[in-house]
């Protein structure tokens, strides 16, 4: 086994979960009246980036209105959006495999905490601890900054697996290995532009790799 500590983004690494998202952002925007140019259909600003800064950064809305935007989002999200994020084939095996063999796994996304716990919950895995979005830790650095020090985490036996170059890039500036994955919302490109270690293009090759 290469790692005895594997950090897992969750949107596109362990599960599928693009449909929810998606469909949480254009029932917000609707609701708000954001219908103008469908926002919602250029998933690669949020996916990856977070909803939590699509609202103010393409949006452009207010602290107040960012709320109201995250409660609508969040509400279609705990409704229907959780169901429409299967595990991706074979993940739920590599999980466990890690653990078996001895390796932490944590979770380490900038999914808001809530949704992220209930998606775990729903898909009924076990991780060794979850890190995820909360107001001051948004972006991906914050939040492996506030998992390596919760976790006591060393970085030197450790690495960072998911799918946008935000990813790799955390992990790197942690001085982890940065693991890429294909098969999710990012692209092999921005994912070797980062400087990946590694990248897998499907879950077998993610295992085969981790395990190996």
């Known amino acids: 086994m290469r790692f005895q500590n594997v950090l897992m983004d969750f949107d596109g690494t362990v599960a599928r979960s693009g449909d929810g998202i998606i469909n949480g952002v254009k029932y917000a925007c609707t609701q708000m009246g954001y219908t103008e140019g469908s926002p919602w259909e250029d998933w690669r600003r949020y996916i990856g980036p977070t909803v939590y800064r699509f609202t103010t950064d393409i949006l452009g809305l207010s602290e107040e209105g960012r709320d109201q ?13 959780i169901y429409e994020g299967p595990l991706y084939p074979g993940m739920g095996e590599l999980i466990a495999g890690l653990r078996a ?4 796994v944590y979770v380490c996304s900038s999914k808001p905490e809530e949704l992220t716990l209930l ?8 991780f060794d601890g979850v890190g995820a979005m909360l107001p001051g830790r948004v972006k991906k650095n914050e939040v492996m900054d ?8 060393d970085p030197a036996v450790s690495a960072m697996v998911g799918d ?15 693991i890429g994955v294909s098969y999710g919302y990012g692209t ?16 077998e090759e993610l295992k085969n790799y981790l395990l190996g």
């Open 119 to 126: 998606c775990i919950d729903y898909l009924k895995l076990a």
């Open 146 to 153: 506030w998992c390596v020090r919760e976790f006591s985490i």
């Open 69 to 81: 935007f995250m409660a609508l989002y969040t509400d279609y999200y705990k409704r229907q959006g």
């Open 164 to 178: 946008r170059d935000s990813d790799v890039l955390a992990g790197k500036q942690h001085g982890m290995a940065g």
């Open 188 to 203: 092999e490109e921005e994912l070797r532009e980062a400087g990946a270690d590694f990248i897998a293009h499907t879950v």
């Open 101 to 104: 063999a001895g390796a932490k």
